[in-house]
């Protein structure tokens, strides 16, 4: 492991969930929020606002009981916005992210109202009453109009490689037309952020998106914000995710949460060590065996076999003659 990743410098760890909470999940990291999405989103779309919404998933089920977004937003101009970051791979991730989407869209429908509601709140700046709503609530609508969909997008930061992805930083999927490509319904949108892809050096990120996603991967080993990062986002930045800043409450929390993030770091490469060496044996085993098969085609005793390739004389009895 490198030694770096046991560091704890200047800035919070994003990988942790307080940190990428303390940078983008509270009402002064707003527009930090609103930059990374604009730069994820340019030339397709554009956020002027957005609101923090609950992010606890009322599930159907106890089953489904506690699951939790990162964020969840919804924007000034009616779409909903899923942020997560996972640190570390564990199965059927895809399919869970699916989950969520399929989730956050069905909710559309069966909370119309309260949709209605937080995006009028969100336009005029102000909650409404109940009694407000009522008055302003349009009459009764046809069936179909109820399945009219906002768009979600799920934006999956991942610390990881995930195998069912292709080789690459950016994945972006939409719901296509297999043959032709061409977008069916455009309000299902994901992109998944595979970091360990991200491989570019500062003096290689010429744009403000780069530079972002170079901060995201590098900051928490840095002591202060690189010269070469002189837009206003990054001094926005570099005074939110200063650990010296914290309150004491956020700071207590970040430092569990970092300990957590290094343990699991340690876990995922003792094991990876353990898949290797495991690896090696097994390889050296069969190279032992295959020795052992062509030493005696060529008419060598079990005895010099057995001394020639460390095996015993009963292991090279079983192996040349299985």
């Not at 506690?66 to 009616?78: E, R």
Request: proline share 2%; charged share 30%; aromatic share 10%.
């Amino acid at each position: 492991m490198d030694n770096m990743d046991l560091t704890c410098g200047h800035f919070v760890n994003p990988f942790t969930d307080i940190g990428f909470k303390i940078i983008f999940g509270q009402s002064a990291s707003k527009e930090l929020l609103i930059t990374l999405l604009n730069e994820l989103l340019a030339g397709e779309h554009r956020i002027e606002n957005l609101i923090f919404l609950d992010k606890e998933n009322h599930s159907d089920s106890m089953a489904d009981a506690g699951i939790i977004y990162d964020l969840y937003c919804l924007t000034d101009t009616g779409e909903y916005i899923i942020v997560e970051m996972q640190n570390r791979f564990h199965s059927s991730f895809l399919d869970r992210t699916l989950f969520y989407m399929c989730r956050a869209i069905g909710r559309q429908v069966e909370n119309l109202r309260e949709k209605r509601r937080k995006e009028r709140e969100l336009q005029t700046g102000k909650p409404e009453t109940e009694e407000d709503f009522l008055l302003s609530e349009p009459m009764q609508e046809n069936y179909g109009s109820r399945y009219k969909l906002s768009t979600v997008y799920g934006i999956f930061l991942m610390n990881f490689r995930e195998p069912g992805l292709e080789e690459k930083f950016r994945t972006d999927t939409v719901i296509a037309d297999r043959e032709s490509g061409k977008v069916v319904n455009p309000h299902f949108r994901q992109i998944f952020l595979q970091f360990p892809y991200f491989t570019k050096e500062l003096k290689d990120c010429e744009t403000l998106y780069d530079k972002l996603i170079y901060t995201l991967k590098n900051m928490q080993h840095w002591n202060r914000m690189p010269d070469a990062l002189k837009e206003q986002v990054f001094s926005r930045l570099e005074e939110l995710a200063a650990v010296a800043n914290l309150s004491l409450e956020d700071r207590i929390a970040y430092d569990k949460a970092l300990d957590r993030y290094r343990v699991s770091r340690i876990v995922e490469e003792d094991a990876r060590e353990a898949g290797w060496k495991k690896g090696l044996a097994e390889g050296q085993a069969k190279e032992k065996v295959a020795i052992a098969r062509n030493l005696k085609s060529l008419g060598l005793s079990t005895a010099q076999i057995a001394q020639a390739t460390g095996l015993t004389e009963e292991e090279v009895e079983s192996t040349v003659n299985s």
